[in-house]
Structures are given as structure tokens and as C-alpha cells.
Antibody, heavy 119, light 111 residues
Framework: EVQLVESGGGLIQPGGSLRLSCAASGFTVSSNYMSWVRQAPGKGLEWVSVIYSGGSTYYADSVKGRFTISRDNSKNTLYLQMNSLRAEDTAVYYC?????????????WGQGTLVTVSS | QSALTQPASVSGSPGQSITISCTGTSSDVGGYNYVSWYQQHPGKAPKLMIYDVSNRPSGVSNRFSGSKSGNTASLTISGLQAEDEADYYCSSYTSSSTFWVFGGGTKLTVL
């Protein structure tokens, strides 16, 4: 059974850093495209980042230069390193598996982890 | 402001059909067949309902269907049921630097 479990969220001050983890089971992270999508409280979905099976990475303009997506193949885990956090980064962060290489659809999602950026 | 435009809300009675639109440009919805739709209940993760404009993942009811005309994609739900009440989001590939775009979401109310 495919499962994605995020962790690492919490309350952080503006300018701080946080690393989110997404532990996968039932499939191999490194063989799939994997994405992070966030949702601010009461707002819609916003794509954040994707990592291809080959290792290429892409970011939304709103997080480019501040966030880094990566994976640990030995742990079958996806990460999102978030630096220089701002109030507008407050959101539930979901990791998701991309349906197939090149797709813009995600077939499996984690339960989400809440990041709150506030002083 | 979201890259793709959806109506804020739609409603329908049980048994009826409703359609949710998703309007983009030739750089996203109109130019590629990579439109997907998600259902999200309060406090839950999104669920993929339609991918590549009109394909249903295994396990999704055939009451859900997708289509596209020009720069506008549509999600149709037939035989509305109470459990269909949720937020619905469209998403698309984009050739712009934005890379991947979502609509602002539509709240479906089953009367």
C-alpha cells in the first residue's frame, strides 16, 4: 500500500529555517517524480516544488532561492529545506507522488504538515 | 491571484448534474492535455479525480468526467450525492516559468 507521511512542521519565527520530511512506503521515491504542494489557511492549493527521478528540481517563483527539495534514497524519504521563512509561507505542506513522469497530476498525497511562520 | 480561474462556488440538488469550469490560456489549459482535477474535503488531503483532461484514476466513480474546449477545462459531476460536497481544484501544466499551476478552487454545495 502506498503511503506518504510528512513531519517536521511547527511554529517558526520569520527568517528561520525548517526541514520537512516525507517518508514513503509502498513505492520507491527515487523512481518517481515527487512534489510539494502547500495550502495557506482557508486558501487554495499552491504548487511549491518538484524533483524528477533523474534528480532535476524545479520551484515556484515564490520560493525559488529559499527552498530546496531533495531525497534520501536509502531512507526512501523526500525533504523540503525551507530557509528565510516569511509569514506568507504559513501553510499546510503536502508531499505528493506525481502520477507519471512529466505529468502534472498527483495520485498519492500525505496528510500534510502545518508550518506557521510568526513571531 | 491564481493562474487558473474557477468559479468560487457552485451548487446542485441530489441527483442533478453540475459542471465546474477552469479557464486558463494557450500556455496552459489550452495548449496541453495535462489538466487534472482534485476533490478536497475539509481537513483532508486532496484526492485526484481526473487527470490528462478526461481520464479517471482507478476507484474514482464514473459520475465524474472531464473535458476541455479551447482554454477552458470542465469537470462534470452527474447524479450528485451528499458526499460530493467538497472543494474542487483544477491544475495544469504550463509552459511559462510558473511550471505548474492550480485554480483557486470551487466550493460545491449539495442542497
Amino acid at each position: 500500500e502506498v503511503q506518504l507521511v510528512e513531519s517536521g512542521g511547527g511554529l517558526i519565527q520569520p527568517g528561520g529555517s525548517l526541514r520537512l520530511s516525507c517518508a514513503a512506503s509502498g513505492f520507491t521515491v527515487s523512481s518517481n517524480y515527487m512534489s510539494w504542494v502547500r495550502q495557506a489557511p482557508g486558501k487554495g492549493l499552491e504548487w511549491v516544488s518538484v524533483i524528477y527521478s533523474g534528480g532535476s528540481t524545479y520551484y515556484a517563483d515564490s520560493v525559488k532561492g529559499r527552498f530546496t527539495i531533495s531525497r534520501d534514497n536509502s531512507k526512501n524519504t523526500l525533504y523540503l529545506q525551507m530557509n528565510s521563512l516569511r509569514a506568507e509561507d504559513t501553510a499546510v505542506y503536502y508531499c505528493a507522488r506525481v502520477l507519471y513522469s512529466g505529468s502534472r497530476a498527483c495520485d498519492y498525497w500525505g496528510q500534510g504538515t502545518l508550518v506557521t511562520v510568526s513571531s | 491571484q491564481s493562474a487558473l480561474t474557477q468559479p468560487a462556488s457552485v451548487s446542485g440538488s441530489p441527483g442533478q448534474s453540475i459542471t465546474i469550469s477552469c479557464t486558463g490560456t494557450s500556455s496552459d489549459v489550452g495548449g496541453y492535455n495535462y489538466v487534472s482535477w482534485y476533490q478536497q474535503h475539509p481537513g483532508k488531503a486532496p484526492k485526484l479525480m481526473i487527470y490528462d483532461v478526461s481520464n479517471r484514476p482507478s476507484g474514482v466513480s464514473n459520475r465524474f468526467s472531464g473535458s476541455k474546449s479551447g482554454n477552458t477545462a470542465s469537470l462534470t459531476i452527474s447524479g450528485l450525492q451528499a458526499e460530493d460536497e467538497a472543494d474542487y481544484y483544477c491544475s495544469s501544466y504550463t509552459s511559462s516559468s510558473t511550471f505548474w499551476v492550480f485554480g483557486g478552487g470551487t466550493k460545491l454545495t449539495v442542497l
